[in-house]
């Protein structure tokens, strides 16, 4: 099999999940190409040499990012062509469960037969800080959902959900603003001169060249943002305001080292049947991966 791993990715979870995914598929003898979407580049693909495609997109207000999905729309692809979602998030209320459903469309449309669709566990790169003891859990979780992802889709067990009324609505209002919420917050964001160290880590590395310096030298920004997090996540001294996000207390600073972390030795379990609040909804998520792999690679408890 031929497979082409398409990806969008803001601050690395989607390109770490890709490659993980990659590896699993060449395991199985399968040929695997990856292309990360450049949110500036829409050409489209040539998918004549392949039998199936992945699609990787972050979660971004209940809906793909707006780059993602501005890239599915600007291709055509083979009526007949194979595909997989692998989405993520950091969150797996039901609310998040429509998130694919714009660029599925398109897919159906074309006639590609989108067949499996999984949700991974990531941790937020916006509103809080996941602990990394919980990250490793997740990353525990995520293993046994791409041994589910490799043997469904390898053996053409179809996995897709049919979205409820009120995800597919709770997508559709969220999602809106999201396609300009980054334009007009980047008239909010600046640079805090006395914490920058000059490193031109955000300049160099934002996706859409949003970044420049003036001709003073001054760290501004144009209004092409994808809110992808990417420089204010990375910035080395927390130096970058990210508008009504930090109002909110939403930004978080500092990568997740995820190789390091899936490195760590498991500790006691942190979701179990009695946690409540924010994470009360890992519970069934836990439990529908843990059933289904048991059903499929008969684990004993
Ligand atoms: C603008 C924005 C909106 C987000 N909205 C959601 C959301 O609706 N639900 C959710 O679970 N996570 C949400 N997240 C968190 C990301 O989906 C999560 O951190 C993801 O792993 C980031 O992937 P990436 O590193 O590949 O960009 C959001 C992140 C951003 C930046
Ligand atoms: S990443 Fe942070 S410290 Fe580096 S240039 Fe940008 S704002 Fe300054
Ligand atoms: S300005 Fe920051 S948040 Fe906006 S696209 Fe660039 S890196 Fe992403």
Redesign the pocket.
Known sequence: MRCLLIYYTGTFNTRFLTSKLKGRLEREGWEVDVHEIDPLDNRRLDYSPYDIIGLGHPIYGYCAPWAFLKFIRAQKFPRGLRAFIYKNSGETQHANDASSKYFLRKLRRDGVKTENEYHFLMPYNIHFRFDEKLVKEMLTMDEKLLDILVYEVKNRIPNIKRYKLWPRIVSSVVSRPQYIGGDVNSFLYK?DKD?????????NRCPTKNIFRDTEGT?KFHHHCLMCMR?SL????D??HIGFLEDWGWKVNGGYDLKKIEQMEPGDPIITDKTTGFFKCYIETYANINRRHKEIFGDTD
């Open positions: 640079v914490k920058c160290i000059d490193c031109n880590l955000c300049i760290i420089c990375f910035c080395p001294k130096a970058i």
